[in-house]
Every structure is written in C-alpha cells, then in structure tokens.
C-alpha cells in the first residue's frame, strides 16, 4: 500500500533563517507531488505541484521554493523565512493517468508539519 | 477561475442532529467534486467524491450529490456523533487538472 511522510513534524525558526521541509512517497511510482499551506483558521492554498522529476509549478509568487529531486521526494525550502510563512504545510500526492481511466484526481495528505516562525 | 465556496462555521451540534454544510463552485468544464475531512493535529483525507453530475458520493453515512444545475455539492449526514468533530473542506478538481482548488473549511463541533 502507498504511504507518504512528512518531516519534520514542528519546527520553530527566526526570521531570516532557512527552510527545509521533506516529503516522501512509498509504494507508488511517478505521482503528482504536491505542496499546500494551511494558515490559521484558514483554508488550504496550493503552493507548488510536480508532476515529474525536476518539474515544478509554481501557484504562488514567495520566498518558498520547492525541488523534486527523486521520483517520490518532494522538499520545500526558503532561504529566508518570513513572519508570514508561519502555517501548517501539507504534502500530497496523487496518482498519474487518472483522467485516462476516467477517474478523479484523489489527493493523500501526509500529517503535515507545523512551521513557527518567530 | 475555478473556485469554492463553503458556508462559514463553526457548526455546533448536538450528538444525533442532522448536519447540513453547503458548498457551491464555480468551473468551467465538468469538474470533479469531493469532500475531505481534516481531524485536529492531522492532515485532510479524503471522505468522499463525485465526478459527475447527479452522482451521489457516500462515506460513514455522509453524503454529497453533484448537483450541476446549481452547482452545489452540499454534505449530510443524518444524524452526527461526537467522533464526527473535525474541519470538513470542500474541493474540485477541473476536468484533466492536477489542481485541487479547496473551500475555506467549515469547523463542525458535536457535543455529548
């Protein structure tokens, strides 16, 4: 069965310093890879999507940036974080092809991870 | 574009009552519609979906039916528990997309 996890859970960082958030996906080949963010009391913004190595599109201009550089790791990372990054940031994947065989494209979230910053 | 719309919360219900949240969209073409529920601490997962017009999604006696005449995918469930409390977001995906665009989340509270 495919599982995805998401490190690390919570992290606490000051402003100005660098992000690295990873994502990884098992028993599956090829998926879209996705990042979203959840501010507080608000609903998911789509950050980036992959849908392939080194392939990545960007939904939102930020300081974040995002990198595939394995089939099933997805990172997010910021050289600089803002006060503004603070949210919960969820990872997704979904599976290739899905429009092919007529079905919907069904998202798994990994936990997610809880970024401060201070 | 593409967007969702979802009643605001939270909801506080009593344990048994029946729960209506709505959800209407706007998509071109013929979107794929879903619910997913987002209990505290965790990431969402999926609760239910519909990927055409007049399908009813179903799942732990919630239901959803993809009503493209008012484009509304509204969720129900007859009678709540308090195991039911959680976040519940609305979402489609445009026809041949890769992105899910997401409602604001409607918070449900049930009490004892």
């Known amino acids: 069965s495919q599982t995805i996890h998401q490190w690390p859970a919570t992290l606490v960082q000051p402003v100005g310093s660098p992000l690295s958030l990873e994502c990884t996906v098992e028993?599956?080949?090829?998926?879209?890879l996705y990042w979203y963010r959840q501010a507080a009391g608000r609903g998911l913004q789509l950050l980036f999507y992959s849908v392939g190595i080194g392939q990545i599109s960007s939904e939102v201009p930020q300081n974040l940036s995002a990198s595939r550089p394995q089939d099933r790791q997805f990172i997010l990372s910021s050289k600089k974080l803002l006060l503004s990054d603070s949210g919960f940031y969820l990872c997704?994947?979904?599976?290739?092809?899905?429009?092919?065989?007529?079905?919907?494209?069904?998202?798994?979230f990994g936990a997610g991870s809880r970024l401060t910053v201070l | 574009g593409n967007s969702v719309t979802q009643m605001e919360g939270p909801v506080t219900l009593s344990e048994e009552a029946f729960l209506t949240i709505n959800c209407t969209y706007t998509a071109t073409g013929y979107p794929s519609l879903f619910w997913y529920v987002q209990y505290p601490g965790e990431g969402l997962q999926l609760l239910l979906k519909a990927t055409k017009a007049d399908d009813k999604g179903s799942n732990k006696g919630f239901e959803a039916t993809y009503r493209k005449e008012t484009t509304s995918f509204h969720l129900e469930k007859g009678s709540v528990q308090v195991s039911d409390s959680a976040v519940y977001f609305c979402a489609l995906t445009s026809g041949g997309g890769f992105k899910t665009i997401f409602g604001a989340g409607t918070r449900l509270f049930v009490k004892a």
């Open positions: 028993g599956t080949s090829n998926p879209n």
């Open positions: 997704a994947w979904s599976a290739t092809r899905v429009f092919i065989r007529g079905g919907a494209n069904v998202l798994t």
